[in-house]
């Protein structure tokens, strides 16, 4: 296993303090805060160390509430709300400082058959064919506010393998186009067949670049070029069908509306062979400096 997808499944792997209470660490890439992806992939990976065996997670919804200090672990208390003949529900709220930062609820059931219909995946290139971070990143080195922001965000990436269809915002700063951006994403390298350790990373995964439509209408490079300040404010997920976080996954990200001082982003993740695997909704906060 690659070193760096190594480090991001220890990250993951939570420690039990008691029953229904856990503690994580947090990675320091990007900015001074917490990741919000990381924060969200915890709090899931804590809610199903408390579901009865059998039962996979297919919706959650989550709020991003303070800006999370990544020196200090953060504490996640898991709520058995219900336990059904199908269905499980789980509240997790995490902690720094004595206050909440963030919390999530998850949905978990059973697997029954049912209706079975899928919106048609959208045309995307062969991702073997597109530049991983590590070539294009460099490339756009001298359009951030910082040279170390490359660095930063190589690290962010770091176990993850992430591939841009089209160049982006940063890239395209002062060109408004298209509220749309692709990428395809994998793990760098295999996994265990646990089910939920590949919803985890699709869910850390997930809060990256849902963003990026929303820059990609008004031509703004986001915060690593400085014209943009910006922050996830709430996130959610409705996982439809299997997958695999190690095989390629295509993200089809769009940006219905912008206003007030926040933008939407809408997404939908498909897997390589052109299943819906998950839908994705987020808004976000996206402030221009005055």
């Not at 269905?87 to 720094?96: G, K, L, N, P």
């Not at 922001?149 to 408004?176: H, K, S």
């Not at 996994?191 to 997930?206: E, G, I, W």
């Amino acid at each position: 296993m690659h070193p760096a997808l190594s480090s991001l499944l220890d990250l993951l792997d939570l420690e039990r303090i008691e029953e229904d209470i856990f503690r994580g660490r947090s990675r320091s890439a990007v900015v001074p805060r917490v990741f919000g992806g990381q924060v969200a992939a915890q709090a899931l990976v804590a809610a199903g160390r408390t579901v009865p065996e059998g039962r996979d997670v297919h919706s959650l919804h989550a709020y991003f509430l303070r800006i999370g200090d990544p020196g200090v672990p953060i504490v996640y208390t898991v709520d058995r709300i219900r336990d059904g003949r199908s269905f499980t529900s789980r509240r997790v709220v995490a902690v720094q400082h004595g206050q909440p930062i963030f919390h999530l609820s998850a949905s978990f059931q059973t697997y029954e058959d049912g209706l079975d219909h899928q919106a048609g995946m959208p045309d995307a290139p062969d991702p073997e064919s597109l530049p991983t971070a590590q070539e294009m990143l460099p490339r756009y080195a001298d359009r951030f506010i910082e040279p170390a922001v490359v660095q930063r965000m190589l690290e962010a990436r770091a176990g993850v393998d992430l591939r841009y269809v089209d160049p982006p915002p940063y890239a395209t700063a002062g060109r408004p186009r298209e509220p749309r951006s692709q990428v395809w994403f994998r793990t760098d390298g295999k996994l265990a067949d646990d089910p939920l350790l590949h919803v985890c990373l699709a869910t850390y995964v997930s809060d990256m670049t849902l963003l990026d439509s929303v820059l990609l209408a008004h031509g703004r490079g986001g915060w690593t070029t400085g014209d943009v300040v910006g922050a996830s404010l709430d996130h959610a997920m409705w996982f439809h069908r299997p997958f695999r976080a190690d095989e390629w996954l295509l993200y089809d990200q769009q940006s219905p509306s912008a206003h007030g001082g926040r933008g939407l982003g809408q997404a939908r993740i498909f897997t390589r062979e052109g299943d819906l695997a998950i839908s994705v909704i987020q808004e976000g906060v996206v402030r221009v400096p005055r």
